[in-house]
């Protein structure tokens, strides 16, 4: 059973910046690929970023690139989102999610390809 745990959420001002973990736990974690969404009150899960099992491959969305930059340390298991620049619409709940098939190169983008997913860390970015 895999189990995935975010951390670093939390109330900032615009501009700031924030760095989100999350810690994985469970058989082979480091084969498939990860990424991180979003929800915000009212809207859909979106997805803010992924990258592939060994870490070379990333894919952001258009709101994210040039700000966020996703990360992971298979070694330990973990996986990070350095968000700079932060504006209130960033403020949501951000998922981290693992999944798709192993060791491919590209990560998948859509929500519904990856398995597990964490219970969520809220970021607030107020104006």
């Known amino acids: 059973q895999v189990r995935l745990a975010e951390s670093g959420g939390e109330l900032v001002q615009a501009g700031a910046s924030l760095k989100l973990s999350c810690a994985a736990s469970?058989?082979?974690?480091?084969?498939?690929?990860m990424g991180w969404f979003r929800q915000a009150p009212g809207k859909d899960r979106e997805r803010v970023a992924t990258?592939?099992?060994?870490?070379?491959?990333?894919s952001y969305t258009d709101s994210a690139k040039g700000r966020f930059i996703i990360s992971r340390e298979n070694a330990k298991d973990t996986m990070f989102l350095q968000m700079n620049s932060l504006k209130p619409e960033d403020t949501a709940l951000y998922y981290c999610?693992?999944?798709?098939?192993?060791?491919?190169?590209?990560?998948?983008?859509?929500?519904?390809?990856?398995?597990?997913w964490g219970q969520g860390t809220q970021v607030t970015v107020s104006a």
């Open positions: 999610a693992l999944g798709g098939r192993p060791l491919v190169d590209d990560p998948p983008y859509a929500a519904s390809e990856y398995t597990y």
């Open positions: 469970g058989r082979a974690t480091n084969i498939y690929s």
């Open positions: 990258i592939n099992w060994s870490g070379s491959k990333t």
